[in-house]
């Protein structure tokens, strides 16, 4: 195949797959503390016709050589974890993540832990906090039958006020885990990531200590993916494939021609 072809090829690719990257945030514009991807690219090993720095004479060296690029590719889609903006839902059980960390949670296969930072919790039939997916939190949290108010602090401590009593109770603590990388974290849908021998192992806390983040209650962490800016992102990727359609259509042009002439 002509080089230009493969060359084009990789660039095509790449750009279809950066537009993909860019489906996906948009797709997900409203999906809670959803963090957008930004896809990051390189260029392929170069075809050395001549080498840098190669003699030319005895006494003279190539200053600049002469190497052909071979293409592109989507190197990695990475994650970025800035905070979305804070949605006031005045739901006591709605919490939204201030700063660093997830909330921890067990999957149903019950050895395997799963991190996010949608904090739009509900109860299950016996009281304990859980994803809208039912998945526990962890450390576990019940809500005893009969509480009336639900307070939970900036700290994750969660107090009760029962029908018969106006006193507050302590009933659980929420904690944060947090990585070394959170951009190794692999994300598995439902708003849920795992860790990975990238992200390194999560350290436990308390929340709005030692640069965790600190939670607030009645509110949701909204998408950090901004539209419009994504539309912009789009409308490039489109018009950079296209112009990378260009160069095939031009090569398949001059190879018609060349069979023509031959």
Not at 77 to 96: C, E, R
Not at 225 to 236: A, K, Q, S, T
């Amino acid at each position: 195949m002509d080089l230009a072809l493969m060359i084009a090829k990789s660039g095509l690719d790449a750009h279809h797959k950066n537009i993909e990257v860019i489906s996906n945030n948009l797709a997900n514009a409203n999906t809670p503390a959803f963090k957008k991807s930004r896809a990051e690219f390189q260029d392929l090993p170069y075809q050395v016709i001549n080498q840098p720095g190669a003699p030319t004479t005895v006494d003279i060296n190539n200053p600049s050589g002469l190497l052909i690029g071979t293409g592109s590719k989507m190197s990695s889609s990475k994650k970025v974890f800035i905070d979305g903006a804070q949605i006031p839902t005045n739901n006591a059980l709605d919490i939204a993540i201030s700063g660093r960390g997830f909330f921890q949670v067990a999957l149903p296969n019950g050895s395997e832990f799963a991190y996010t930072r949608s904090g739009n919790f509900s109860t299950n039939e016996q009281g304990q906090l859980t994803t809208t997916d039912g998945y526990p939190i962890q450390p576990p949290v019940n809500i005893p039958i009969g509480t009336q108010q639900i307070s939970i602090g900036e700290d994750g401590v969660v107090s009760v006020t029962s029908a018969t009593s106006s006193t507050q109770q302590q009933v659980g603590q929420l904690q944060l885990a947090d990585f070394i990388n959170p951009d190794g974290l692999q994300p598995i849908g439902q708003n849920l990531y795992l860790a990975t021998t990238s992200s390194g192992q999560p350290t436990l806390g308390n929340p709005d200590q030692n640069g965790l983040g600190s939670l607030i209650q009645g509110s949701l962490e909204g998408s950090n993916v901004n539209v419009v800016e994504e539309m912009v992102n789009l409308i490039e990727a489109q018009r950079a494939f296209e112009v990378t359609s260009k160069a095939v259509s031009a090569v398949d042009s001059m190879l018609q021609r060349l069979n023509q002439t031959a």
